[in-house]
Each structure stands twice: as C-alpha cells, then as structure tokens.
Nanobody, 126 residues
Framework: QVHVVESGGGLVQAGGSLRLSCERSGKDAGNYAVGWFRQAPGKEREFVAA????????YYEDSVKGRFTISRDSAKNTVYLQMNSLKPDDTAIYYC???????????????????WGQGTQVTVSS
C-alpha cells in the first residue's frame, strides 16, 4: 500500500509564499509520477502541477505558471510545490496524488492518479 501525506499549508497574505511538501511511503516498486491538485469550496478539484518520476518532466496549469514550481527529492520520496506571488484565488485545499508510470501534458484528470493524500489547506488573504 502506498501512502501520500501533504504538509506545509497555512494562512498567508496576498503576494506571499508557501512551500507544500508531499511525502510518499509504503510500497516502493515502480516509478511514481506526482501531481498537485486543489479544490476550492463549491468547485471541482482541478489540476495544478505534475512532475514525472525522474523530475525532468513538469506540467503546470496556466494560472500558476511562473508563480508555482514543482520539484522532487527522490532520495526523500518527497515532492515540493513552491508557491510564490500567491493570490486570494489560490485559496483551496491542496491535494497530492501519485501514480505509477509516465505523465503527459494531458495527464490532468484526478482519476488518472491512484494514491491520494488527505489535503492541506491554503488560505490567501487579500
């Protein structure tokens, strides 16, 4: 069984920064790609960013390009989401999800990721 745990959420003023962490544990076989998703109240869960198992492939949702950076430390089985220039519209619960295998530019549907964390709240005040 694979477990995914997010951390690093919190309350920040607009223009501020936060770094989210996603740590994977459990069954180690397979190369895992990781995605970050978010869900605001009353809205569907949406794709934010994803990174391939080697770290060389990354994808971003258009509204976060240039502000968010996804990276991974494979030795620690941890993926990070550095979020800069935060806006009130970024307020949501952020979820980390993992899947075995490759990702592509079209790999943005939550159903394509198998292992999910419980989420971490990010609140950006204006």
């Amino acid at each position: 069984q694979v477990h995914v745990v997010e951390s690093g959420g919190g309350l920040v003023q607009a223009g501020g920064s936060l770094r989210l962490s996603c740590e994977r544990s459990g069954k180690d076989a397979g190369n895992y790609a990781v995605g970050w998703f978010r869900q605001a109240p009353g809205k569907e869960r949406e794709f934010v960013a994803a990174i391939g198992w080697s770290g060389s492939t990354t994808y971003y949702e258009d509204s976060v390009k240039g502000r968010f950076t996804i990276s991974r430390d494979s030795a620690k089985n941890t993926v990070y989401l550095q979020m800069n220039s935060l806006k009130p519209d970024d307020t949501a619960i952020y979820y980390c999800a993992a899947r075995v295998g490759m990702i592509f530019a079209t790999t943005r549907n939550p159903s394509e990721f198998k292992y999910w964390g419980q989420g971490t709240q990010v609140t950006v005040s204006s």
